[in-house]
C-alpha cells in the first residue's frame, strides 16, 4: 500500500479521530492495528485455510465516515466488532459461500433500546461489509483470532 487511498480521501477523519494514528485501509475506512499478540500459533495447529504460522490474536481501530462502506471482505478468523465513539456501524453478513449472499445486518452501537449492540461476531470466512448509519462517524474495534495476517485477506472482485 502506498499510503494513499483515492477512494478514502473524499472522506475525512472527524476532528475528535485526529490523534488515533489512523490509516486508509485497503478495503476502505481508516485503521490502526494496535495489539498482536506475542503468542504464534503454528501452521499445524490452525484451522484449514491459513497459509502459515499465525498470532494468536490481533486488534484494531476502523472508522467509517458518513458516505463510506467498506468493501466485501472475510478473514479465515473469527473477527469481534466493539462500538467505541460516533455512530452506530451497520455490519452486513453475507454467509460462507464464494460471494455473499442472503445477507443479513447486525447494528452495532449504543443505543441497545433501539437494537443497537455493542458487540457483534463475524464468524470464520464469512463475508462482511459496514457502513456507518446516520450523519456521524463509527469508531469499532475489531479483535480476530487467530490474528490477522493481509496474506489471508480476501476482497470481492
Known amino acids: 500500500m502506498d499510503g494513499c487511498d483515492y477512494a478514502t480521501m473524499n472522506f475525512p477523519l472527524p476532528d475528535w479521530a ?3 494514528g489512523l490509516e ?4 476502505g475506512g481508516w485503521f490502526r492495528e494496535t495489539w498482536r499478540s506475542g503468542t504464534t500459533l503454528a501452521a499445524a495447529a490452525l484451522p484449514p485455510g491459513f497459509q502459515g504460522p499465525r498470532s494468536a490474536g490481533t486488534s484494531i481501530l476502523f472508522l ?13 478468523g473469527a473477527e469481534l466488532w466493539l462500538h467505541h465513539r460516533g455512530g452506530p456501524v451497520a455490519l452486513e453478513l453475507g454467509g460462507t459461500g ?5 445477507t443479513i445486518v447486525r447494528v452495532v452501537g449504543t443505543d441497545v433500546e433501539r437494537g443497537e449492540s455493542p458487540q457483534a461476531v463475524v464468524p470464520e470466512w464469512c463475508w462482511q461489509r459496514a457502513q456507518p ?3 456521524d462517524a463509527g469508531l469499532v474495534g475489531c479483535v480476530v483470532v ?3 495476517d493481509f ?3 480476501r476482497m470481492l472482485d
Open 18 to 20: 485526529g490523534g488515533l
Open 24 to 27: 486508509p485501509h485497503p478495503e
Open 64 to 76: 467509517l465516515a458518513p458516505g463510506q462502506q467498506s468493501a466485501w471482505h472475510r478473514v479465515p
Open 98 to 102: 464464494d460471494a455473499p449472499r442472503d
Open 133 to 135: 448509519l446516520g450523519d
Open 146 to 148: 487467530p490474528g490477522f
Open 151 to 153: 496474506a489471508d485477506f
